[in-house]
Structure formats: C-alpha cells, structure tokens
C-alpha cells in the first residue's frame, strides 16, 4: 500500500521550507547587526586614526557595547517577529500545510532564547508572565499560548509545548500555570495542561495533554520511562518492554 500523499508533499516541501526558515533568521541576524555595525564604523572613524593605547582600549569598550548592542536588537527583533506570527496559530486543530502551520513551523524556527532576557523575550513572544517569575533556561513553544502566574519558578531544559503535532495536522491547546507553582528541571507540559497555585511538578515529570494540576498538588516523574518512552507513549506509541 502506497503512503499517503501527503508524505510526499512534506518530503518535497522540506528542503525549500528549511531554505526559507534559515533565510528569515539570517534576515533577522541581519537587521540586527546594523546599529552595531554602525556603532563600529563610527568608532574606527573616529577612535582608530591615532592608535594610542587609550584609544586602543576605548575602541574595545566600543566592540564589547557593540556586541550587547547586537544582543538586545536581535532580543526586541525576534520577540516582535513572533508575536507577528502569532497571529495565525490559534488553540485547536490545524492543518499543517495552511497558514497557521505554516506560521507555527517558522515560529518554531526563529526563535532562540535569550538567556538571561528569557523573561523579556517570552513576554514580547505574547506568553502572559506574572511577577517575580523565574525562568531558567526553559524552552517555551508558541509563548501566546502560554499562561504563568506569579512567583513560579520553571527549571532548566523544562519543555513547554501547546501542540501536538500528528501525521496531517497540528492541535493546539493553551497551558496555564498558577502562581507560587514549582516546575522541576526537565519537565514536558503538553497542549491544554492546567497547573494550579502552588502546585508542584518533579525533575523530568511529564504532563499529558488536558491533564489538570490541583492547586497545591505534586506530580512526580513517571516511574522506570525514560524520556524516549515519555515521548512516544504522549504520541500513542507502544513503551518497549
């Protein structure tokens, strides 16, 4: 029995979608080294022709802002890019060759986490961030679908996604997580999870989608899956024995 046609189309579609995905991030690095670029060229016009040691010095001061410079456009630029892309995904089922996969499959492309401006950046991405929020290093997958409340802390390498993806489409469900909540590092949220106040999830817990937290409550870690297994049995594959 021949596959389906449609995985046809996406091998096909594959390498120019990539192609196209690389070249909106390259424009974004792009457009985010000219103040930077013309930070330096003012520098070496006007610091560099007398090469003294002060100025040698004062140049460098200028390279090093030039690089935060860089940075932090880069940061406004791919948060705003987002949010624009943002519009298109919206929670329920879509297919994945329309326009919200589309938009979904570059949002997922250009994103890249802003180390200690993670905070910032999720917020101008449209994920909804209470106060007194910690974010370390965390990986949030379309940030407007995403809700935090005050005082939680999200641990490192902990994965929030709001879709799941199938074979010819893509479901989409907002997560919601309370104030004063404690998501452990490694952690995977999916689509349409709800967190209480207060409630607590453990190192490498795995939350299915549409599962609810009550406020207060613990969710530990799925006993003796490893994180391969948590994945496939999250995509209704069959855990190896």
């Known amino acids: 029995m021949n596959p389906p046609r449609r995985i046809h189309l996406s ?38 022709p007398q090469a003294t040691a002060g ?6 001061v200028t390279a090093g802002g ?14 705003i890019l987002m949010r ?12 994945l060759f329309s326009a ?7 949002m997922n492309g250009v994103q890249v986490i802003g180390g200690y401006f993670a905070t910032m950046y999720f917020r101008l991405a449209g994920c909804r961030i209470g106060r007194d929020v910690w974010i370390v290093g965390a990986t949030i997958l379309e940030p407007h679908l995403v809700t935090i409340g005050d005082g939680t802390i999200i641990g490192g390498e902990a994965v929030l996604s709001p879709h799941v993806a199938g074979n010819a489409d893509v479901l989409f469900g907002p997560i919601r997580i309370g104030s004063d909540c404690r998501i452990g590092a490694h952690t995977v949220i999916c689509a349409g999870v709800t967190i209480g106040d207060g409630a607590s999830a453990g190192i490498r817990a ?4 549409g599962t609810t937290v009550p406020p207060g409550a613990h969710v530990a870690a799925p006993g003796a899956v490893t994180p391969r297994d948590v994945i496939g049995l999250e995509k209704g594959f069959r855990i190896r024995s």
């Open 100 to 106: 919200a996969g589309a938009m979904w499959m570059a």
């Open 206 to 209: 795995f939350l299915r989608k």
């Open 55 to 60: 100025r040698i010095i004062l140049f460098c």
């Open 11 to 48: 091998r096909f579609l594959s390498l120019p979608l990539a192609t196209l995905i690389y070249a909106l991030s390259g424009a974004v690095v792009g457009v985010s080294a000219l103040p930077s670029t013309l930070l330096m060229l003012w520098a070496a016009r006007t610091i560099l």
């Open 84 to 95: 624009l892309l943002s519009v298109w995904v919206r929670p329920g089922r879509q297919k």
């Open 66 to 79: 030039g690089l935060y410079l860089f940075f932090f456009c880069g940061l406004l630029l791919t948060g």
